[in-house]
């Protein structure tokens, strides 16, 4: 038993957030979404460059072949950094259920080669969002229809802008029409797909809301040692420090619950969708919090647009209710915990 | 106790809710942290004074006419049950209005209260600073007597509205020599002063919702102050007051944003119910938006007795800032997925009016005193414990 990472896990994910200080510095990425696109291509290329599009892609096909367990590293830094949408959902979320697919279907290495080199952006539609995050700007996109999985090439569907207040989400309702030809799996195969599709996706923005509160705790912390009133940093005070140490407390009990779901999914244990959403829920918690208490320790600076905190806490507004919202996932918790099968209490933990 | 409205009070009630019915806007102003909405705004403010219906409280003779603090809780319950436009020159007719009321000499009440009624002046607070938030008696900005005139110089921020606004009211530093609470005068100064600079500042929403006021050798009248010279912290105290008080925000808001809520759990109740805390947070809206209403009434009443306000108006600002979140995030929760959309995304529900509301929810906890600033007052005013 040893639930921790190992040090090449924390080496890469050290890695990770010293390349994406440097190239995703909050002024970069506003000026990144005033484009129409919202996307870059040169930030694109050079992440394609670190190789952090090829993580999930297998080492047949040119890639590094990483797990879930990486991910929840990885998502965390994307959090952090505020990276928009398409990269988790192209290179982990759609990678996923890409290399899932049988090799019948003949374009299946095309794709994992072209993720693994940055040079395609794959949109990941689910019936359990009502739009598509990046469908506008994809080259392919990844639909469900019933049970079926369909790979859709971007010129065969409309796309209906549907801004978000975070101004990194360029959300779409997706028109389009379901042919034999872009059909890519159906039945039993095809509802596995998407079973395993839907909990990628969840852990995806769970990790990315952990990381997020952690950076507006990392910027409320900072603004409460520099800012002084009544002649002393208002970090000194009771109550701003209770603020932040409630987030902090948050973020360090929502962790565990992030990896040991990552765990399952990587491992496809039978509980998994119980650790998945457990886990969107604790760290939707804690991003919720942080951006409040954050706000609520930055006084009327928080409320502006120059102080980067704003974007931060849009984003956690916006993910929060983004592959599944609290009541489906406390549902799928619900139903675990109180039903027959439940196995519960001490020694169980790990499922033995 | 006798809770039966009079005979005079349900006509007055029928008579606002009729000339609301016949006149409130059928579609919603643009915001009024716009331009455009500035203006949409003071025009709707200018059908609700000629109808003397702009400041019920105030005196016939001031524009207003004369009513009660009863029939003001029962005219602002109908205003907002009818969805009315919010009020924009808020802070000049409930924080400097009453301020000017209690304070202000005959000669400036005649001259600035009809047309503050009106919204021919539109008016903006500069009090925070840069450096004095929290920390009010930090301020720096100074109004030097200079023969009849004041001269200011120093920087405001913070202020709502004030690029569209015709005049402030600020407090400033008139005895260079001193600190803290003391040496402060009120001061209204407008802004089309000459030396006076206004540089927007954006909000959350993206909007010009604030501005930062630079003063630069700005020449006011001495007639233009306020209570006594160097008396301005104890005249912007009352003003506090009124904000944090009963005035500003009424009860009939928050009802009328609770009963929204419910409508919109009852529209949503298949998707909304796989979440009971929503369930509980809908009813415990209803409920705190109640005995918010319950609380003024209460308040009125002992007014009207003779009583006063007092450090309990922090209580007040604490309830009305934390139950408008509560309401907001509530909804957000019950939208889901579609919470985050904006007004010009076709798939938002309501014009994305619970987002907006929602922004705006955030900042509640932070203006008029942050509530960390009311439960220090709360606990060491109102409760006698030791200062940290
Ligand atoms: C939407 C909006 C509109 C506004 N409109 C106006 C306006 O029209 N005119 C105007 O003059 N001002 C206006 N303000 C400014 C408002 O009054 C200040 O934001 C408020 O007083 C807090 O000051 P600050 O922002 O400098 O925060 P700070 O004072 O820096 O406070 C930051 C944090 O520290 C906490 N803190 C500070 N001191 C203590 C303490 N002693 N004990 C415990 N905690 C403490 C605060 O509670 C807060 O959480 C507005 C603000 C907002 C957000």
């Given at each position: 038993m040893d639930f921790t990472f190992t040090e090449d896990q924390l080496a890469f994910r050290e890695?990770?957030?010293?390349?994406?200080?440097?190239?995703?510095?909050?002024?970069?990425?506003?000026?990144?979404?005033?484009?129409?696109?919202?996307?870059?291509?040169?930030?694109?290329?050079?992440?394609?460059?670190?190789?952090?599009?090829?993580?999930?892609?297998?080492?047949?096909?040119?890639?590094?072949?990483?797990?879930?367990?990486?991910?929840?590293?990885?998502?965390?830094?994307?959090?952090?950094?505020?990276?928009?949408?398409?990269?988790?959902?192209?290179?982990?979320?759609?990678?996923?259920?890409?290399?899932?697919?049988?090799?019948?279907?003949?374009?299946?290495?095309?794709?994992?080669?072209?993720?693994?080199?940055?040079?395609?952006?794959?949109?990941?539609?689910?019936?359990?969002?009502?739009?598509?995050?990046?469908?506008?700007a994809a080259d392919l996109l990844l639909l469900p229809h019933g049970d079926e999985v369909h790979a859709v090439p971007r010129s065969l569907v409309d796309v209906i802008a549907n801004p978000s207040i975070d101004l990194s989400r360029r959300l779409g309702r997706v028109v389009w029409e379901p042919t034999s030809a872009t059909r890519v799996a159906s039945g039993d195969a095809g509802r596995a797909l998407w079973a395993t599709t839907l909990e990628r996706g969840v852990l995806s923005v769970a990790g990315q809301l952990l990381g997020l509160a952690q950076r507006m705790l990392d910027l409320s912390v900072d603004y409460a040692a520099q800012r002084k009133q009544f002649g002393k940093p208002i970090g000194s005070f009771q109550a701003v420090k209770h603020h932040l140490a409630d987030v902090a407390t948050r973020i360090e009990f929502a962790k565990p619950v992030l990896y040991r779901a990552a765990h399952a999914v990587a491992h496809g244990e039978a509980d998994a969708a119980v650790h998945v959403s457990h886990a969107k829920l604790a760290c939707g918690e804690a991003a919720w919090l942080a951006a409040r208490h954050g706000i609520q320790a930055h006084g009327a600076m928080g409320y502006t647009w120059e102080v980067d905190l704003q974007m931060f806490m849009k984003r956690v507004w916006a993910l929060d209710a983004s592959w599944g919202d609290r009541g489906f996932h406390k549902t799928r918790v619900a139903g675990f915990v109180l039903g027959d099968a439940a196995r519960l209490g001490p020694g169980r933990t790990f499922g033995e | 106790m006798d809770l039966a409205y009079t005979p005079k009070q349900r006509a007055f009630r029928a008579e606002v809710r009729a000339w609301l019915a016949d006149n409130v806007p059928a579609k919603p102003l643009a915001s009024y942290d716009t331009q455009e909405g500035f203006e949409q705004h003071r025009e709707w403010e200018r059908r609700l004074f000629d109808h003397r219906l702009s400041m019920v409280m105030w005196p016939e003779a001031l524009g207003g006419r004369g009513c009660d603090l009863i029939e003001w809780l029962i005219f602002e319950e109908e205003y907002y049950a009818s969805g009315a436009p919010l009020r924009v020159n808020q802070n000049g007719q409930l924080l400097l209005g009453p301020t000017l009321m209690e304070f202000g000499t005959e000669a400036q009440k005649q001259r600035f209260l009809p047309r503050m009624a009106a919204s021919e002046d539109m008016w903006a607070q500069g009090w925070s600073e840069p450096n004095a938030g929290s920390d009010m008696a930090a301020i720096t900005s100074k109004a030097i007597r200079d023969g009849n005139e004041y001269v200011l110089n120093g920087q405001k921020t913070w202020s709502t509205r004030a690029i569209y606004a015709d005049w402030l009211f600020g407090l400033f530093r008139s005895d260079p020599a001193s600190s803290r609470h003391h040496g402060l005068s009120f001061v209204l100064v407008p802004l089309d002063a000459p030396g006076v600079t206004i540089r927007p500042i954006r909000a959350l929403n993206g909007k010009e919702a604030f501005a930062e006021i630079f003063f630069d050798d700005v020449r006011v009248p001495v007639e233009n102050r306020v209570g006594e010279e160097g008396q301005g912290w104890h005249v912007a105290m009352a003003t506090a007051g009124f904000e944090r008080g009963l005035l500003l925000r009424s009860p009939g808001r928050f009802q009328h944003t609770a009963r929204r809520l419910v409508a919109l759990y009852q529209a949503h109740r298949e998707a909304a119910g796989r979440d009971p805390t929503i369930r509980e947070a809908v009813c415990e809206s209803w409920m705190g938006a109640e005995a918010y209403s319950l609380a003024a009434y209460h308040t009125v009443g002992r007014l009207a007795k003779g009583a006063r306000i007092g450090d309990e108006a922090s209580t007040n600002k604490i309830v009305w800032s934390e139950l408008d979140l509560k309401m907001h995030e509530t909804a957000m929760r019950i939208l889901g997925a579609r919470g985050e959309l904006v007004a010009e995304a076709p798939d938002a529900e309501d014009g994305a009016s619970w987002l907006e509301g929602f922004l705006f929810a955030q900042a509640g906890p932070i203006y008029a005193g942050t509530n960390e600033i009311q439960r220090n007052i709360i606990a060491e005013r109102m409760l006698g414990l030791p200062k940290a």
């Amino acid at each position: 038993m040893d639930f921790t990472f190992t040090e090449d896990q924390l080496a890469f994910r050290e890695a990770v957030s010293r390349f994406l200080m440097m190239e995703a510095a909050p002024e970069m990425l506003r000026e990144i979404w005033e484009t129409d696109v919202g996307r870059s291509p040169d930030l694109r290329h050079k992440i394609a460059e670190q190789g952090l599009t090829a993580l999930s892609v297998p080492a047949d096909n040119g890639g590094l072949g990483m797990d879930d367990i990486a991910w929840s590293l990885m998502t965390q830094e994307l959090g952090y950094y505020a990276i928009p949408d398409s990269l988790a959902d192209t290179a982990y979320v759609a990678c996923g259920l890409i290399s899932s697919l049988p090799e019948s279907v003949t374009r299946r290495a095309e794709w994992l080669e072209r993720i693994a080199d940055g040079s395609i952006r794959i949109a990941v539609g689910h019936a359990v969002n009502p739009l598509v995050a990046d469908a506008h700007a994809a080259d392919l996109l990844l639909l469900p229809h019933g049970d079926e999985v369909h790979a859709v090439p971007r010129s065969l569907v409309d796309v209906i802008a549907n801004p978000s207040i975070d101004l990194s989400r360029r959300l779409g309702r997706v028109v389009w029409e379901p042919t034999s030809a872009t059909r890519v799996a159906s039945g039993d195969a095809g509802r596995a797909l998407w079973a395993t599709t839907l909990e990628r996706g969840v852990l995806s923005v769970a990790g990315q809301l952990l990381g997020l509160a952690q950076r507006m705790l990392d910027l409320s912390v900072d603004y409460a040692a520099q800012r002084k009133q009544f002649g002393k940093p208002i970090g000194s005070f009771q109550a701003v420090k209770h603020h932040l140490a409630d987030v902090a407390t948050r973020i360090e009990f929502a962790k565990p619950v992030l990896y040991r779901a990552a765990h399952a999914v990587a491992h496809g244990e039978a509980d998994a969708a119980v650790h998945v959403s457990h886990a969107k829920l604790a760290c939707g918690e804690a991003a919720w919090l942080a951006a409040r208490h954050g706000i609520q320790a930055h006084g009327a600076m928080g409320y502006t647009w120059e102080v980067d905190l704003q974007m931060f806490m849009k984003r956690v507004w916006a993910l929060d209710a983004s592959w599944g919202d609290r009541g489906f996932h406390k549902t799928r918790v619900a139903g675990f915990v109180l039903g027959d099968a439940a196995r519960l209490g001490p020694g169980r933990t790990f499922g033995e | 106790m006798d809770l039966a409205y009079t005979p005079k009070q349900r006509a007055f009630r029928a008579e606002v809710r009729a000339w609301l019915a016949d006149n409130v806007p059928a579609k919603p102003l643009a915001s009024y942290d716009t331009q455009e909405g500035f203006e949409q705004h003071r025009e709707w403010e200018r059908r609700l004074f000629d109808h003397r219906l702009s400041m019920v409280m105030w005196p016939e003779a001031l524009g207003g006419r004369g009513c009660d603090l009863i029939e003001w809780l029962i005219f602002e319950e109908e205003y907002y049950a009818s969805g009315a436009p919010l009020r924009v020159n808020q802070n000049g007719q409930l924080l400097l209005g009453p301020t000017l009321m209690e304070f202000g000499t005959e000669a400036q009440k005649q001259r600035f209260l009809p047309r503050m009624a009106a919204s021919e002046d539109m008016w903006a607070q500069g009090w925070s600073e840069p450096n004095a938030g929290s920390d009010m008696a930090a301020i720096t900005s100074k109004a030097i007597r200079d023969g009849n005139e004041y001269v200011l110089n120093g920087q405001k921020t913070w202020s709502t509205r004030a690029i569209y606004a015709d005049w402030l009211f600020g407090l400033f530093r008139s005895d260079p020599a001193s600190s803290r609470h003391h040496g402060l005068s009120f001061v209204l100064v407008p802004l089309d002063a000459p030396g006076v600079t206004i540089r927007p500042i954006r909000a959350l929403n993206g909007k010009e919702a604030f501005a930062e006021i630079f003063f630069d050798d700005v020449r006011v009248p001495v007639e233009n102050r306020v209570g006594e010279e160097g008396q301005g912290w104890h005249v912007a105290m009352a003003t506090a007051g009124f904000e944090r008080g009963l005035l500003l925000r009424s009860p009939g808001r928050f009802q009328h944003t609770a009963r929204r809520l419910v409508a919109l759990y009852q529209a949503h109740r298949e998707a909304a119910g796989r979440d009971p805390t929503i369930r509980e947070a809908v009813c415990e809206s209803w409920m705190g938006a109640e005995a918010y209403s319950l609380a003024a009434y209460h308040t009125v009443g002992r007014l009207a007795k003779g009583a006063r306000i007092g450090d309990e108006a922090s209580t007040n600002k604490i309830v009305w800032s934390e139950l408008d979140l509560k309401m907001h995030e509530t909804a957000m929760r019950i939208l889901g997925a579609r919470g985050e959309l904006v007004a010009e995304a076709p798939d938002a529900e309501d014009g994305a009016s619970w987002l907006e509301g929602f922004l705006f929810a955030q900042a509640g906890p932070i203006y008029a005193g942050t509530n960390e600033i009311q439960r220090n007052i709360i606990a060491e005013r109102m409760l006698g414990l030791p200062k940290a």
